[in-house]
Nanobody, 114 residues
Framework: QVQLVESGGGLVQAGGSLRLSCAVSGSIVGVNVMGWHRQAPGKQREFVAL???????NYADSVEGRFTISRDNAKNAVYLQMNSLKPEDTAKYYC????????WGQGTLVTVSS
């Protein structure tokens, strides 16, 4: 059973940076797609970024150019580097294992103050 554990969230001022990590119990070598989603208070969970096994990436328009997703298959980990953070980036961030059904971590909270 694959389990995902996120870390790296916290409180940061607008314009600052954070790096989120997702530790995967179980190999991700054969997992085609891993990603990050987020859910702000009172809103639905939304897509943030994904990365394929070949390293191709895709980003939500709202984070394009500011966030970078990466993966380390040897360490069974996925990362999200977040730069130029804005208050509207405040949310709980979830790592996602794109399988059927999707597997989610417990989330890590990111709060961006203005």
């Amino acid at each position: 059973q694959v389990q995902l554990v996120e870390s790296g969230g916290g409180l940061v001022q607008a314009g600052g940076s954070l790096r989120l990590s997702c530790a995967v119990s179980g190999s991700i070598v054969g997992v085609n797609v891993m990603g990050w989603h987020r859910q702000a208070p009172g809103k639905q969970r939304e897509f943030v970024a994904l990365i394929t096994v070949g390293g191709s990436t895709n980003y939500a328009d709202s984070v394009e150019g500011r966030f970078t997703i990466s993966r380390d298959n040897a360490k069974n980990a996925v990362y999200l580097q977040m730069n130029s953070l804005k208050p509207e980036d405040t949310a709980k961030y979830y790592c996602a294992h794109y399988s059927s059904p999707m597997i989610w971590g417990q989330g890590t909270l990111v709060t961006v103050s203005s």
